[in-house]
């Protein structure tokens, strides 16, 4: 996913100055959804159009913000990431990402946004998130596969949630929802021009329909706008 560096535990910290990315970087984004039953012929369409091969993932994710009383009605988007073992045992590995406010551009085909990723290594994620100020806002699993054409990347994965918190085995997660997350990404330089990146992802997302209607969703409407008060009762 998004600069995820697959990191053991036991393996050497080689291996992240040769997997890791410039750490900010901006991004074009589009989202898209599609029923689980229909997702093996998405996956042929896939294998058809990307370079061969894909990665599985399993990872469980947590979003934060971080509000202040001056600006209660925006906040800034933290994502907290790792991934799972194939047995199970979770790793102390985090990917953390800042996720900055879309660019105002209505004629730009896709999301374009700022992050900065970062890995970070605690026993105790949680009280760091605290310290830093961090509020969780939901938490999810994802289980999906990852596909690459050239630099787009494009992945697929079924959400679900936990029944009891900090249970994450899979008698204890349950499905959100009959319907698979599809998402296309470029990540490219802080200072490049996004604008045919952006064309180039929106040529590629075209080539999934029908199966998938890929769209840029205006999500931050939502998150960033100012809750309006309560009607006084009468």
């Given at each position: 996913?998004?600069?995820?560096?697959?990191?053991?535990?036991?393996?050497?910290?080689?291996?992240?100055?040769?997997?890791?990315?410039?750490?900010?970087?901006?991004?074009?984004?589009?989202?898209?959804?599609?029923?689980?039953?229909n997702v093996p012929d998405l996956e042929r369409r896939l294998a058809g159009l990307c370079d061969p091969g894909c990665e599985e993932f399993f990872e469980?994710?947590?979003?934060?913000?971080?509000?202040?009383?001056?600006?209660?009605?925006?906040?800034?988007?933290?994502?907290?990431?790792?991934?799972?073992?194939?047995?199970?045992?979770?790793?102390?590995?985090?990917?953390?990402?800042?996720?900055?406010v879309p660019e105002p551009d209505q004629k730009c085909p896709t999301i374009v946004r700022k992050e900065i990723s970062s890995l970070v290594h605690s026993?105790?994620?949680?009280?760091?998130?605290?310290?830093?100020?961090?509020?969780?806002?939901?938490?999810?699993?994802?289980?999906?596969?990852?596909?690459?054409?050239?630099?787009?990347?494009?992945?697929?994965?079924?959400?679900?949630?936990?029944?009891?918190?900090?249970?994450?085995?899979?008698?204890?997660?349950?499905?959100?929802?009959?319907s698979a997350l599809v998402e296309i990404s470029i990540s490219l330089p802080e200072s490049a021009e996004y604008m045919p990146a952006a064309k180039s992802?929106?040529?590629?997302?075209?080539?999934?329909?029908?199966?998938?209607?890929?769209?840029?969703?205006?999500?931050?409407?939502?998150?960033?706008?100012?809750?309006?008060?309560?009607?006084?009762?009468?």
């Amino acid at each position: 996913m998004d600069n995820v560096v697959d990191v053991d535990e036991e393996r050497s910290q080689q291996k992240l100055s040769v997997n890791s990315t410039p750490y900010q970087t901006q991004e074009c984004v589009l989202y898209g959804s599609i029923y689980i039953k229909n997702v093996p012929d998405l996956e042929r369409r896939l294998a058809g159009l990307c370079d061969p091969g894909c990665e599985e993932f399993f990872e469980h994710e947590m979003s934060f913000s971080l509000r202040t009383a001056s600006t209660y009605d925006l906040k800034t988007d933290i994502k907290l990431r790792r991934r799972f073992r194939s047995d199970n045992q979770v790793q102390n590995y985090w990917q953390l990402k800042y996720i900055g406010v879309p660019e105002p551009d209505q004629k730009c085909p896709t999301i374009v946004r700022k992050e900065i990723s970062s890995l970070v290594h605690s026993n105790d994620m949680m009280t760091y998130a605290k310290s830093l100020g961090l509020r969780m806002d939901y938490e999810y699993i994802t289980q999906g596969k990852l596909w690459t054409k050239g630099n787009i990347k494009i992945l697929h994965a079924t959400l679900t949630k936990t029944l009891k918190a900090g249970t994450y085995d899979s008698s204890s997660i349950k499905s959100m929802s009959d319907s698979a997350l599809v998402e296309i990404s470029i990540s490219l330089p802080e200072s490049a021009e996004y604008m045919p990146a952006a064309k180039s992802l929106r040529d590629f997302a075209d080539q999934l329909m029908p199966l998938v209607h890929m769209e840029k969703v205006d999500y931050w409407k939502k998150m960033f706008s100012t809750p309006t008060a309560p009607a006084a009762r009468r």
